[in-house]
């Protein structure tokens, strides 16, 4: 390799050797692409961020905690963010005004909370995950001097072709990989239940604040004006068969207490109705009794054919 800086369209180019296996016993090297962390919204971990492009599969926080702070010597870790970077599209730029913006901050959309269920996602049941082919990450310093110390070194590095094997040093103290990793993981499959729980209530909490902002956005887009300045009144969702016939049977249950009530409307009404049931009674009672005097006289008598 050429002893001289290597840098493709603004980044720098660190070249790392991967440790030999027994699936492949021959060195191989691998370029890590680094440059400083610029977001289109930046944040307050932005100015001492270092932007790493092409990080092997097998990276984990403490390769890259090991490859600055022991390999290189220069700078010290803090955190490390690999490939879903955060965003934080709900934050405001970093200026003066930003006090003021924040304020004026306006209620979150049904879209950006459809973001964050989309983000949540179950425990992993792993003990090391791997990376993705060419993934990046965001490497977090303790300060912008260790920043900007880190690329140095790493330019440097790259510059004298030093020798730079990943992950040297560190290896008793990453879980295995290979056989022994499907292993490991064969005996420990399940989540921690309080994950799981925490995970579960998450996800249900915006759930229904997704559904909610779409039922409210629904209402107002329906009393938006259209082109020519009407608004469509709706009756509500859609009844099924049997719906209808419970509607249907309601009302004609409430049209029956309706006419009963009016049927009563007056005083002289209601009289009038308790004489006629009483004559009506007494009538009857009149009835039964001449034919109960009937059935005692005919009593004992025999009828001659």
């Known amino acids: 390799m050429k002893k001289q ?36 919204i930046p944040d307050a971990d932005s100015p001492r961020s270092l932007f790493v492009v092409n990080v092997p599969i097998d990276t984990t926080e403490l390769h890259l905690r090991h490859l600055f702070g022991t390999q290189l010597s220069a700078g010290r870790v803090e955190k490390v963010h690999f490939e879903g970077v955060p965003t934080k599209k709900g934050s405001v730029a970093i200026t003066q005004g930003s006090v003021s913006k924040s304020r004026k901050r306006k209620r979150v959309t049904a879209d950006e909370l459809q973001d964050q269920l989309d983000d949540i996602s179950l425990p992993s049941t792993w003990d090391r995950e ?6 990046h990450a965001v490497v977090v310093f303790a300060d912008k001097s260790s920043m900007e110390a880190s690329l140095k070194a790493a330019t440097k590095a790259a510059k004298k072709g030093a020798k730079i094997v990943w992950g040297e040093g560190i290896e008793d103290r990453l879980p295995p990989l290979g056989l022994q990793r499907y292993l490991n993981h064969s005996r420990a499959c399940y989540p921690d239940r309080a994950d799981l729980l925490r995970t579960v209530n998450d996800f249900m909490t915006v759930f229904t604040q997704v559904a909610e902002a779409r039922k409210r956005e629904e209402a107002r887009r329906a009393q938006e004006p259209d082109e020519d300045g009407f608004i469509t009144v709706t009756s509500g969702p859609k009844l099924t068969s049997i719906a209808h016939e419970e509607e249907a049977r309601a009302l004609v249950e409430k049209q029956k207490k309706k006419q009963e009530g009016l049927e009563d409307f007056y005083r002289f009404q209601s009289r009038e109705k308790r004489k006629e049931r009483q004559n009506e009674l007494l009538r009857k009672f009149d009835e039964d009794r001449k034919k109960l005097e009937e059935m005692k006289r005919r009593k004992g008598k025999i009828r001659p054919e």
Not at 15 to 29: C, D, G, I, W
Request: charged share 20%; no cysteine; glycine share 4%.
């Open 130 to 135: 791997l990376q993705k082919s060419g993934a």
């Open 5 to 40: 800086s290597l840098e493709i369209a603004g980044y720098a180019v660190l070249p790392v050797q991967l440790p030999e296996s027994r699936a492949f016993p021959k060195p191989a090297t691998h370029y890590l692409y680094l440059r400083p962390h610029e977001p289109r």
